[in-house]
């Protein structure tokens, strides 16, 4: 429906126009009657306003800024009744609406409001989607991932939710890739250099909450609604579109349909992650009864603060809790697991039946898969050897901290590590600190050191590759000739027979030794 259209409907209300016949073209999604003055909170493109201009008739420049407003917002065009409050409209309003061709209709004082709507909204032709929008109001979704792949795969648009600090809570399947962020790790932060004043902004003018509130960027093509709990902004939902049609769509009340459902779901689903951590406690109390095998895991990822977790009930940090459980129901063999939160990120305990347990280099290649396909690609996780006793999870996990230090540094390439693989570096690690076993380690390595670096590195690939020459030629990207040509005089040098056992041995844990200084 356009403006002309609806000036026909209600003509028999002796609605006539006062300016702007060229603006009759324009078409109307929405009717809307205003009641307070800061429309510019509320209006969207291709709404009809219908007024009395109560709230602003003894302000004349508020009237004009009124029409100034609505030109800038793409609305419709307004219909107003004159004679009950406002005689008649100011000539600098007039003129505006005059040079932008935006249409103002004039309604006598004694046709009520009502009739005019009834008649409007009735002929309102089905918004946009109207189907689409339909059938996710009447949907049902398991979580909010699934909601916004629905969103996106019905309209194109792609939709997020962020901390009020800018960390990443909730996304789709999606690649997030806009001038606001390029990464969809959660508690990502956005790339865009002032993103924290738009998010200071969002802030002080939604202080309280006001139903439907949005905050428009059209250079940045989004609006951001903040989401409330208890009172309190507990996230920001970005909807972002990328040409006009989807603006239009964006821009109609008909989003808060989608806006609406994803608030929903999302405190839903904080409802469930937070049921299901205490399910898993109360399974804990249990565990000292099972007799099973269990494996301490520790989780060390960015979190959100606790300070900026404490104004609402909803808690980000339970969203990595349950990216965790995820990967610990792919294990198989797993009877149960148990997680708990520390200042680095998590402790997970899992159970295994003793007749289901299966290696931890199994399970550590398991998690390394997962954690890379999860929110949280980035974490580093360590895995503990199997025990028996609950009573021994304290020390277990003071061991098994120490783990992901060192394997950062003897395997910067790897994520996930394992104490039977690596808790021999444990001992190396307080040995490195001996100042005789330092001495002893400079006695053997510091001939290769001063003569050349890079004989230590060939040492060492060669070493580790149970003494290949070709393959260490490669790992090295050295011609195999240079490799022999290191070997030889790393022997001449140090008088090392490289064929011996012992020998390799005292060098295996010299340059162990040297890695951990």
Known sequence: MNVYEALDMISMYDAKVLIGQEGLNRSISSVEVMEVPQIEEWITPNTLILTTMYSIKDDPQS???????????????????????VERLPEKAIRLAEERNFTIIILPVNIHFYKVLNVLIKNLETPMYQNEFDKIQGSSYENVYTLMNDIYHSFKIVTYVESFHGELLFSGSYRIKDIWRDEDNLYSTPKLANALHYIEQIHQKYKKYKRHSFYRVDELSRIIIPLFSQGSVYGLLHVVYRNATQKKMVLNPNIFILVDKIHVSLMSEMIGIQNQKIYREEL?????????????VHIILNKPEKEERITTLFDPVLLARKQIEKMFVTLQGVTNYYIVEN???????????????????????????HLLQSMIPNAFIAISS??????????????????????????PEKQVFSFNKLGIYTFLL?????SEVLDYVDSILKPLKELDETLIKTLKSYIELNGNASQTAKNLYMNRRTITYHLKKIQEICEWDLNDAETIFILQFCLHINELK
């Open 63 to 85: 009237q004009n800024e009124l029409i100034k407003t609505l030109i800038n917002n793409e609305a419709s065009g307004i219909i107003v009744k004159l004679g009950r409050f």
């Open 284 to 296: 804990f109390q249990n565990w000292r009864r099972d007799n099973s095998t269990i494996l301490l």
């Open 343 to 369: 200042e680095e990120g998590f402790i997970g305990l899992l159970s295994f039946m003793e007749t289901n347990f299966i290696s931890t280099e199994n399970i550590r290649l398991v998690l390394e898969e």
């Open 386 to 411: 199997p025990f028996v006793e609950v009573n021994d999870i304290e020390d277990r996990a003071n061991s098994v901290m120490k783990i992901i230090d060192i394997g950062k540094r003897i395997y």
């Open 430 to 434: 307080k040995l490195s600190n001996d």
